[in-house]
Nanobody
Framework: QVQLVESGGGLVQAGGSLRLSCAAS????????MAWFRQAPGKEREFLAS????????YYADSVKGRFTISRDNAKNTLYLQMNSLKPEDTAVYYC??????????????????WGQGTQVTVSS
Protein backbone atom coordinates (compact mmCIF):
# COMPACT_ATOMS: atom_id res chain seq x y z
CA GLN A 1 0.00 0.00 0.00
CA VAL A 2 1.14 3.57 -0.65
CA GLN A 3 -0.03 6.88 0.80
CA LEU A 4 0.13 9.98 -1.36
CA VAL A 5 0.30 13.66 -0.39
CA GLU A 6 0.22 16.43 -2.98
CA SER A 7 1.69 19.89 -2.53
CA GLY A 8 2.68 22.92 -4.59
CA GLY A 9 -0.72 24.21 -5.60
CA GLY A 10 -1.68 27.85 -5.33
CA LEU A 11 -2.77 30.96 -7.17
CA VAL A 12 -0.93 31.94 -10.34
CA GLN A 13 -1.58 34.34 -13.19
CA ALA A 14 -2.32 33.11 -16.68
CA GLY A 15 0.90 32.30 -18.50
CA GLY A 16 2.68 31.43 -15.29
CA SER A 17 4.11 28.15 -14.01
CA LEU A 18 3.72 25.86 -11.03
CA ARG A 19 5.35 22.61 -10.02
CA LEU A 20 3.26 20.12 -8.11
CA SER A 21 4.79 17.41 -5.98
CA CYS A 22 3.35 14.15 -4.72
CA ALA A 23 5.17 12.55 -1.81
CA ALA A 24 4.64 8.83 -1.41
CA SER A 25 5.11 6.73 1.68
CA UNK A 26 6.12 3.12 1.60
CA UNK A 27 9.04 1.24 0.15
CA UNK A 28 7.34 0.22 -3.08
CA UNK A 29 6.81 3.62 -4.73
CA UNK A 30 9.25 2.72 -7.49
CA UNK A 31 7.07 -0.23 -8.53
CA UNK A 32 3.95 1.83 -9.25
CA UNK A 33 2.76 3.46 -12.40
CA MET A 34 1.93 7.04 -11.38
CA ALA A 35 -0.42 9.64 -12.80
CA TRP A 36 -1.88 13.10 -12.37
CA PHE A 37 -5.57 13.90 -12.69
CA ARG A 38 -7.57 17.04 -12.04
CA GLN A 39 -11.16 17.89 -11.29
CA ALA A 40 -12.79 21.26 -11.85
CA PRO A 41 -16.06 22.19 -10.12
CA GLY A 42 -19.00 20.49 -11.74
CA LYS A 43 -16.80 18.39 -14.01
CA GLU A 44 -15.58 14.81 -14.04
CA ARG A 45 -12.07 13.91 -12.98
CA GLU A 46 -9.75 14.32 -15.95
CA PHE A 47 -6.60 12.35 -16.74
CA LEU A 48 -3.55 14.54 -17.39
CA ALA A 49 -0.42 12.42 -17.54
CA SER A 50 1.10 9.12 -16.47
CA UNK A 51 4.58 7.73 -16.04
CA UNK A 52 6.02 4.24 -15.82
CA UNK A 53 7.85 2.97 -12.75
CA UNK A 54 11.21 3.68 -14.36
CA UNK A 55 10.26 7.10 -15.65
CA UNK A 56 11.15 6.11 -19.19
CA UNK A 57 7.59 5.98 -20.52
CA UNK A 58 5.14 8.85 -20.25
CA TYR A 59 1.72 9.62 -21.68
CA TYR A 60 -0.18 12.90 -21.84
CA ALA A 61 -3.69 14.07 -22.46
CA ASP A 62 -3.96 16.29 -25.51
CA SER A 63 -5.18 19.15 -23.33
CA VAL A 64 -1.81 19.44 -21.56
CA LYS A 65 0.67 18.00 -24.04
CA GLY A 66 3.53 20.41 -24.59
CA ARG A 67 2.66 22.47 -21.49
CA PHE A 68 2.86 19.95 -18.63
CA THR A 69 5.68 17.54 -17.84
CA ILE A 70 5.40 14.55 -15.53
CA SER A 71 8.49 13.16 -13.83
CA ARG A 72 9.48 11.12 -10.81
CA ASP A 73 12.40 10.67 -8.46
CA ASN A 74 12.23 7.16 -7.04
CA ALA A 75 15.08 7.87 -4.64
CA LYS A 76 12.93 10.59 -3.06
CA ASN A 77 9.61 8.73 -3.43
CA THR A 78 8.23 11.78 -5.21
CA LEU A 79 6.19 12.42 -8.32
CA TYR A 80 6.18 15.83 -10.03
CA LEU A 81 4.06 17.78 -12.48
CA GLN A 82 5.68 20.83 -14.03
CA MET A 83 2.96 23.08 -15.40
CA ASN A 84 3.85 25.90 -17.80
CA SER A 85 1.79 28.39 -19.79
CA LEU A 86 -1.10 28.00 -17.39
CA LYS A 87 -4.58 29.03 -18.47
CA PRO A 88 -7.67 29.91 -16.45
CA GLU A 89 -9.23 26.65 -17.63
CA ASP A 90 -6.46 24.77 -15.80
CA THR A 91 -8.09 25.80 -12.52
CA ALA A 92 -8.96 22.62 -10.63
CA VAL A 93 -8.02 20.35 -7.78
CA TYR A 94 -5.05 18.27 -8.86
CA TYR A 95 -4.61 14.67 -7.69
CA CYS A 96 -1.81 12.16 -7.96
CA UNK A 97 -2.64 8.49 -8.26
CA UNK A 98 -0.82 5.18 -8.17
CA UNK A 99 -1.51 2.03 -10.16
CA UNK A 100 -0.09 -1.34 -9.14
CA UNK A 101 -0.29 -2.55 -12.73
CA UNK A 102 2.49 -2.00 -15.27
CA UNK A 103 2.34 1.11 -17.47
CA UNK A 104 -0.51 0.81 -19.97
CA UNK A 105 -1.48 4.39 -20.80
CA UNK A 106 -4.59 3.93 -18.68
CA UNK A 107 -6.59 7.14 -18.48
CA UNK A 108 -9.62 6.27 -16.40
CA UNK A 109 -9.62 6.84 -12.67
CA UNK A 110 -10.85 3.32 -12.05
CA UNK A 111 -7.49 1.95 -13.19
CA UNK A 112 -5.70 3.62 -10.29
CA UNK A 113 -5.59 2.09 -6.85
CA UNK A 114 -4.40 4.87 -4.56
CA TRP A 115 -5.10 8.61 -4.49
CA GLY A 116 -3.87 11.68 -2.73
CA GLN A 117 -6.16 14.25 -1.14
CA GLY A 118 -5.59 16.83 -3.88
CA THR A 119 -4.10 20.30 -4.13
CA GLN A 120 -5.92 23.37 -5.46
CA VAL A 121 -4.55 25.21 -8.48
CA THR A 122 -6.17 28.50 -9.41
CA VAL A 123 -5.17 30.40 -12.54
CA SER A 124 -6.33 34.00 -12.75
CA SER A 125 -6.88 35.80 -16.04
Amino acid sequence: QVQLVESGGGLVQAGGSLRLSCAASGRTFSSYTMAWFRQAPGKEREFLASISWSGISTYYADSVKGRFTISRDNAKNTLYLQMNSLKPEDTAVYYCAADRAPFTRATTEYNYDYWGQGTQVTVSS
